[in-house]
């Protein structure tokens, strides 16, 4: 299976947030999500048809977080969360962000996040409506150092 990772166009938004539905992460705008800025997303494409994607925000010159990410269930565990993932950390770093933030509520996402790509947990708050999971009324905040990652990343690749 060939999967190209791309950078997002506005009419890909209707896709995007029908993969979002999948995760319960389709609430945009709403308190948790108040808006899909499409310039900051991903996508990944499977045969032309987008079966994930992931966002972010930039905080300030060297803050980010990472906004929604899924992928759709009948693709998942073929490695496209982590080809988003990488990508987007790719796109944060080059735009200079030194330090990324992640809010997640499923504790095997929080794990890959922490395994794959050196995150730290660094505290919890209450949803403010469901989002995500339905039966987790959390989320764990969870923090990286994008340069170290970075640094990481280049000297796997060589």
């Not at 947030?17 to 389709?26: C, F, G, R, V, W």
């Not at 494409?45 to 992928?71: C, D, F, Q």
């Not at 969360?81 to 499923?106: F, P, V, Y």
Request: aromatic letters at 8%; one cysteine or more.
């Amino acid at each position: 299976m060939e999967v190209m990772i791309e950078i997002a166009r506005e009419e890909d938004i209707p896709a995007i947030l029908e993969i979002m539905k999948t995760a319960n992460m389709h609430y945009v705008p709403s308190p948790e999500m108040p808006e899909l800025d499409w310039k900051c997303f991903f996508v990944a494409r499977v045969g032309g048809k987008i079966v994930g994607a992931a966002g972010y925000k930039i905080l300030s010159a060297t803050e980010a977080k990472t906004t929604l990410m899924a992928v759709h269930p009948d693709f998942k565990k073929h490695g496209i969360g982590g080809l988003l993932q990488e990508r987007r950390m790719l796109a944060m770093s080059e735009q200079g962000i030194k330090t990324l933030i992640t809010n997640a509520d499923i504790p095997k996402t929080i794990e890959w996040y922490k395994k794959h790509f050196g995150y730290k947990e660094i505290g919890k708050f209450k949803k403010l409506h469901e989002f995500g999971r339905p039966d987790i009324d959390e989320w764990t905040t969870l923090q990286t150092d994008l340069s170290e990652w970075r640094k990481n990343h280049d000297k796997k690749k060589q």
